[in-house]
Structures are given as structure tokens and as C-alpha cells.
């Protein structure tokens, strides 16, 4: 499934289902067909996925000795989340600046 999301002064943004549910389960929203993010869920949002992007990269920055077989083959099966994750986060933080809402739909 294609998610896109939508802000007035922002370039859209389309997503498949396995990253937005990944994102989702980050910022703790519930992931429905259509929404919204209003002006006060921004700043969490944002907060929530800068977070969970500096934990990432810094599991990355780990040397690979150090990491357990499951860490090794978590690290191998998955793109770096900040790199994935950049233009949806774009996305909210122009929202935020401009004052607008996020609209998702499939």
C-alpha cells in the first residue's frame, strides 16, 4: 500500500506500508488509510523520530565486533532509518514552521 502525505507548503511525500507503520510505531500514532496531524502532535512527532534516528545511528556507529549475531543481522537487514525516514520528517518539521496540517491518505 502507498501512503502520501500532504502539506500545504511542502513537497509531498509518498511512503509503502512497511516504512509508515515503522514510522508510526515510533511516534506512537495509530496508522489508519487517511488522517491528520494537527499543529500540537508536530513537535512530538518530530522529537519522536529524531530520537529514534540518533539511536539508529549510533547502533551503526558501533563496531561490528561489538554487536551480537542478532544485532549484525538487524543492523544488515534494515537501510538506515534517518536516511528512510528524511523526507517524511521534512515534511513535519515545514508543517510546523509554516503552521499547517499533515494529511495522509492511500
Known amino acids: 500500500m502507498l501512503y502520501r502525505f500532504q502539506s500545504k ?10 516504512l509508515t507503520e515503522r514510522l508510526f510505531n515510533i511516534i506512537e500514532k495509530p496508522l489508519e488509510k487517511q488522517g491528520v496531524f494537527l499543529l500540537e502532535q508536530l513537535p512530538d512527532a518530530i522529537s519522536k523520530l529524531e530520537a529514534a534516528i540518533e ?3 549510533q547502533l551503526r556507529q558501533k563496531s561490528v565486533e561489538s554487536l551480537s549475531e542478532d544485532e549484525q543481522a538487524a543492523l544488515k537487514k534494515n537501510d538506515r532509518l534517518g536516511q528512510r525516514a528524511h523526507p517524511f520528517l521534512e515534511l513535519l518539521k515545514k508543517a510546523l514552521a509554516t503552521q499547517k496540517i499533515v494529511i495522509w491518505g492511500v
Open 9 to 18: 507548503e511542502a513537497p509531498d511525500v509518498l511512503m509503502l506500508s512497511d
Open 55 to 57: 539511536i539508529d545511528a
